[in-house]
């Protein structure tokens, strides 16, 4: 699938000149045409800041209207997607923080990348201070997650330099590379939102809403970082609860902008939690496409299931060292009926739970993993306390602290 996205400044106020790329050229005050003429995208995107609109209480909206009719002008197919602004103009001043811009781009476009093989072309010749650089590093997020299972090429344009009375710009290509797979590497917490102008009490209350089981989503995403098969299938999220969190925190978000006058004021902000759950709604799915077929989560699995995991989700050394440490065990189960700890089967494992055994053996440390054999070896963490640093503890506890959730 090819996909075109652009981000725009003030498209009111572009002159029409020849732009040439490929051998070929179209007159136009874009070069999104020309380069939709040519690429041919199954979609375009084009980004655009709210600070754009003149009637304050439609903002999004009024911008939202004016840019598909413009590209309707243009001749060229595609949404558009507005995003909250920051900054004093002449038609207004829009109060809140420019990261705000990041977040929901971040949500955006994990709402419209799909899950299958990707060419993506993004053009930024008409980027809008932060706005630019807010694109390519959403994009770049989501294209890392998706990259896990999926081929994704993206190409970057930018036209030659605009200057009064020239008449014929070309378009350059300045990036083209293959995205390498880059999982959700840091922690959700349960701030998905931040408070700016808001009475505190108020902001408490909304905060009470939320339900974030960030453990749960840490340690899974922590399982696909470190290449943890059985904690990946054991603690796998459901997406439509992150999905459902994330569409509560952008109600709220809505909800609280103010306008008075010619002022714009966003009293609450989106979080840095936010994007992060955004993130993790979509590597949800694009591990569920590759696991489509293995009914997760469960607690109890195969050797034959772990390898699967192994196979369809880890990659290079991880994906082969996960490989020899299922191996390494299933050659120690002999005809065992009952559940039983790993330590039983290896003599000279430690009396208590190792952290470094725990990352350098897959997630299958021997006091906290149970083994028995119903033809195939199966796998569980175990629901025992166990002894970890001196102490008796719950199994979750310790894994989780091991991981730092």
């Known amino acids: 699938m090819k996909l075109l996205i652009s981000p725009w400044g003030n498209f009111r106020s572009w002159n029409e000149v020849e732009y040439i790329f490929n051998g070929k050229s179209r007159r136009s005050k874009s070069p999104i045409l020309l380069l939709y003429d040519i690429i041919e995208p199954d979609k375009t995107i084009v980004i655009l800041p ?32 507005v995003i909250p602004g920051t900054g004093k103009f002449p038609n207004g001043e829009f109060l809140g923080h ?10 955006g476009l994990s709402q419209e990348i799909p899950v299958e093989d990707l060419e993506v072309h993004l053009d930024i010749t008409h980027g809008l201070n932060y706005l630019t650089f807010f694109t390519q590093r959403a994009l770049e997020d989501i294209l890392g997650i998706l990259a896990i299972g999926k081929t994704v090429k993206m190409t970057v344009y930018n036209t030659d330099p605009f200057v009064k009375g020239v008449e014929r710009l070309g378009v350059n290509v300045i990036e083209e590379r293959n995205i390498m797979e880059r999982p959700v590497n840091e922690k959700v917490g349960k701030r998905v939102l931040e408070n700016y102008s808001l009475d505190s009490t108020e902001f408490g209350k909304i905060m009470a809403k939320f339900k974030v089981n960030s453990t749960r989503l840490n340690l899974w995403a922590s399982s696909i970082l470190l290449g943890l098969p059985l904690l990946l299938a054991t603690t796998y999220p459901d997406r439509a609860e992150v999905l459902q ?3 509560e925190a952008l109600r709220e978000f809505r909800e609280n902008i103010e306008v008075q006058g010619n002022i714009l004021e966003r009293k609450i902000g989106l979080g840095k939690d936010f994007a992060t759950l955004s993130k993790l709604a979509f590597q949800i799915e694009v591990i569920n496409d590759l696991l489509r077929d293995m009914d997760l989560p469960k607690e109890e699995l195969s050797a034959d299931e772990l390898f699967e995991i192994a196979e369809r989700v880890f990659k290079g050394r991880i994906r082969e060292s996960t490989k020899v440490e299922v191996n390494r065990i299933v050659r120690k189960v002999g005809d065992v009926k009952e559940w039983t700890k790993l330590r039983t089967l290896f003599p000279n494992a430690t009396p208590q739970v190792d952290p470094r055994n725990f990352l350098a053996h897959a997630g299958l440390e021997a006091n906290l993993v149970e083994v028995k054999r119903e033809g195939d070896v199966l796998f569980r963490y175990t629901k025992d306390h166990v002894l970890y640093g001196g102490k008796m503890k719950d199994p979750w506890r310790v894994i989780s602290e091991i991981l730092g959730g």
């Open 245 to 247: 969190i994330l569409d």
């Open 98 to 107: 420019p990261t705000d811009a990041y977040y929901y781009l971040t949500y």
């Open 50 to 81: 709210n600070t754009l609109a003149s009637d304050l209480e439609r903002a999004d909206k009024e911008v939202e209207g004016e840019a598909k009719e413009f590209l309707k002008e243009l001749g060229v197919s595609a949404e558009v997607l």
